[in-house]
Nanobody
């Protein structure tokens, strides 16, 4: 199982960025997948979760309406579209999956079985 995140970079406040996570070793038709982030000095937190079997998503309140998680089964890729970014969104973003759990809500409140490497997002004011 591999997850490879990309797409991070520097963006101004109010801007947008799309992250991508290329996956291999499993198919995007059953497990829950997610994006987490970790800012300096803070704990890692879930920002978006998706049940790939029924497309049900879960977002914590602090990103609701700004972030959108999606998947492309043909490309085995997970995406995170981030709009209206603020400096508080600056963090290392990680894609993740739980291969034996399909609930997006449960994954956002639990722990993935597999992690990708992080990609840094920096939002300037």
């Amino acid at each position: 199982v591999q997850l490879q995140a990309s797409g991070g970079g520097l963006v101004q406040a109010g801007g947008s960025l799309r992250l991508a996570c290329a996956t291999s070793g499993f198919t995007l038709n059953r497990p829950a997948v997610a994006w987490f982030r970790q800012a300096p000095g803070k704990e890692r937190e879930a920002v978006s979760c998706l049940s790939t079997n029924n497309e049900i998503t879960y977002y914590p309140d602090f990103v609701k309406g700004r972030f959108t998680i999606s998947s492309d089964r043909a490309k085995n890729t997970i995406y995170l579209q981030m709009n209206n970014l603020t400096p508080e969104d600056t963090a290392v973003y990680y894609c993740a999956a739980h291969l034996t759990q399909s609930s997006s809500y449960a994954l956002c409140h639990g722990r993935p079985t597999d992690w990708g490497q992080g990609t840094l997002v920096t939002v300037s004011s």
